[in-house]
Structures are given as structure tokens and as C-alpha cells.
């Protein structure tokens, strides 16, 4: 049964492929608005690598879905800087942002029982005063009902470069063309799977972030929300 006090906190959604923005537009959103953030990814990649550290199979579903279920993670927040994530306890932050747990995140993300045992993980984030979720399935499926919706793209090759950039920065060796294969496979993998395929809810706004600054974007966002005070939508 759907919750009526859950169903009415107010959600934006911000889906979109790998290096569209997303994390970093979401986080700055929802820090001006002072509302929750569901980096809903970081759940997959958070399966995807508890599933590497058991051994498990990537073939094997039904191993992988125990692993969703079994599975803890938290986020600590630490002001003014990306959250920490806890893998059953372990700091896994640094690991969880490598190109490996990506590409084993699309993988089990594409096991119909691993998003399911991770669907009701996702909505409990639906808390007072709001929530800001981002993925690739946030406004068609987790949250279809959310009164914002935004779809973030950017070229391939923008996405490459930018996610080059993070890498670099953190000290990762990465070449620009091994990133853009990456980036076009996991993308053509995450549009063509069966269950909640990537793709713009009918009723989100698209937004091309191709050449636009971080903050332009911010506030692209944040003017498709009711100004503040104004009765909610
Ligand atoms: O957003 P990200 O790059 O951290 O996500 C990693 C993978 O997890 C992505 O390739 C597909 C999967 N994913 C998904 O299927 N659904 C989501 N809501 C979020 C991520």
C-alpha cells in the first residue's frame, strides 16, 4: 500500500546516462533546497562491488539478488564534500567511483530481482522536507508520481572528457579513448536492457548540458520548482 505521508514529500528526479552531470548537478540542487539526496547508482555499484569482494558470478541472479538484499550501505555526509559510502561497514568510496564498479553495477543493474530488492531501499529516501533522487530509472519507475522530473544528456565525448578530468584528478590512470568505449557500451547496455531501460520519463524536462556550466545547469533546475513560499504543485 503506498503511504500518503511518504507520497506527499516532494521529489525531483534527475536521470541520465553516465557523465551527464547528474551527481553533481543533484547534490548542488539538493543542497539549495535543503532536501535529501538518493545517489541511487552508488546502491548498485555498492551491490556490484559486496558481489566482488563474496566472488560471486556475475551470471549467477539468483546469488546477485541475495546480495541486493543482504547487502548494507549508508552514506555519511560530511559538510561540503562528496558522501562517504559504508559497504557493510567498509569505506568503499574510492572504489565505488572506479570504472570496474561501473561496468559490474550495469551489469547486475540489468537483473530484473536486483532492482526489485533495491526498489523499496530507493523510496524509503522519500523523507521530509524533500527528496532529490538521481539514476537512470528515478522518474519512470521509482518515483512516477515525483512532481519534477529532469533528463540530463551531454555528448559522448563530453562525458568522456569530463569523467577523464575526475579520474585524473583522483590520481587514476585512464585514457580519454578507453573511457568513451566504456562510456558507449555501459550506455547502449543501460538503453537496451529489458527492465527500466534508460530513457527520459514522457514528462521530464530534457536538459543538454553540453557546453553549459555547472552553475547554468543548477539553475536550470531549480527554476523548473515552484519559488519558495509559492503553494506546491
Ligand atoms: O549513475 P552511476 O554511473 O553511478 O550508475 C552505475 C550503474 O548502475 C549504471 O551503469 C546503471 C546502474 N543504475 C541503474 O540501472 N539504475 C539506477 N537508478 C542507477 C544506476
Known sequence: MTDP???????????????????????????????????????????????????????????LVRCAFDTEVSFVDEAGEEPHVLVNGVDATTDLRTETAGAAASAIAAIPEVRSALRDRQRAFRQPPGLVADGRD????????????????????????????????KGVSVTLDGLLREILAR?????????????????????????LPIDTVVERVLALLPAPGAPPV
Open 187 to 211: 550506455d547502449a547496455r543501460d538503453a537496451s536492457r529489458a527492465v527500466a531501460p534508460l530513457r527520459p520519463a514522457p514528462d521530464a524536462v530534457c536538459i543538454d548540458t553540453t557546453g
Open 138 to 169: 528515478m522518474g519512470t519507475i521509482i518515483f512516477p508520481d515525483a512532481a519534477h522530473k529532469v533528463f540530463l544528456t551531454a555528448s559522448a565525448e563530453e562525458r568522456a572528457e569530463r569523467r577523464y578530468k575526475q579520474l585524473k584528478e
Open 5 to 63: 505521508v511518504a507520497t506527499a514529500v516532494p521529489v525531483l528526479t534527475i536521470d541520465g546516462p553516465s557523465g551527464s552531470g547528474k551527481g553533481t548537478i543533484s547534490r548542488l540542487v539538493a543542497s539549495r533546497l535543503g532536501w535529501h539526496y538518493l545517489d541511487s547508482g552508488a546502491l548498485y555499484r555498492a551491490v556490484g562491488i559486496a558481489a566482488g569482494w563474496a566472488d560471486l558470478d556475475l551470471s549467477d541472479a539468483s546469488a
